[in-house]
T-cell receptor, first 109, second 114 residues
Framework: GQSLEQPSEVTAVEGAIVQINCTYQ??????LSWYQQHDGGAPTFLSY????GLEETGRFSSFLSRSDSYGYLLLQELQMKDSASYFC??????????FGAGTTVTVRA | ETGVTQSPTHLIKTRGQQVTLRCSSQ?????VSWYQQALGQGPQFIFQ???????GRGNFPPRFSGLQFPNYSSELNVNALELDDSALYLC?????????????FGEGSWLTVV
């Protein structure tokens, strides 16, 4: 099975940088994905890492270390609209996703 | 806009009833999976279909069943509804090869069991 750990809540001010860590224990690993979910909405794909290193997409970056079973999502230049839940998810070779419990990010003015 | 559409968006059922939820996957995506998301939790994998065959199942009882049709659309059926089945049900569609790295979710169907 899969087990993922991520912090439950993070609060920061507009313009700040937030890092959400994710550690995982898996029986099968193909890659680590990150999703954003606003209240009542669908999870929206943010990034995917299959190899070690940093992937940058605009204000969001994601990092993976397979040897440490660890990844993080970096949110830069925080905006009010970034207030949402963020989930890390391990993808296995059959495209199935196992999600963490989610991190609620609250951005304050 | 992910190209994954689900219906209905909201519904209320009584304990013991049956429900069918529907999903149209993104064009060209032949893999469809279903997830259950209870309030305050991450989505939990129910099962997955590839070319009309179930090819993976999570820890859900047999009263959760599904179908995938030749056009790759899908249904999730839940029999003998229980109060704990109240959740957001999400459909996700996946392409093949490298496009399978991006898994797209629909807006979900909110099910309330009373």
């Amino acid at each position: 099975g899969q087990s993922l750990e991520q912090p439950s809540e993070v609060t920061a001010v507009e313009g700040a940088i937030v890092q959400i860590n994710c550690t995982y224990q898996t029986s099968g690993f193909y890659g680590l994905s990150w999703y954003q979910q606003h209240d009542g909405g669908a999870p929206t794909f943010l990034s995917y890492n299959a190899l070690d290193g940093l992937e940058e997409t605009g204000r969001f970056s994601s990092f993976l270390s397979r040897s440490d079973s660890y990844g993080y999502l970096l949110l830069q230049e925080l905006q009010m609209k970034d207030s949402a839940s963020y989930f890390c998810a391990v993808r296995d070779f059959d495209y199935k996703l196992s999600f963490g419990a989610g991190t609620t990010v609250t951005v304050r003015a | 806009e992910t190209g994954v559409t689900q219906s209905p968006t909201h519904l209320i059922k009584t304990r013991g009833q049956q429900v069918t939820l529907r999903c149209s996957s993104q064009s060209g995506h032949n893999t469809v999976s279903w997830y259950q998301q209870a309030l305050g939790q991450g989505p939990q994998f129910i099962f997955q279909y590839y070319r009309e065959e179930e090819n993976g199942r999570g820890n859900f009882p047999p009263r959760f069943s599904g179908l995938q049709f030749p056009n790759y659309s899908s249904e999730l059926n839940v029999n003998a509804l229980e109060l704990d089945d109240s959740a957001l049900y999400l459909c996700a569609s996946t392409g093949s090869g490298n496009s399978g790295n991006t898994i797209y979710f629909g807006e979900g169907s909110w099910l309330t069991v009373v």
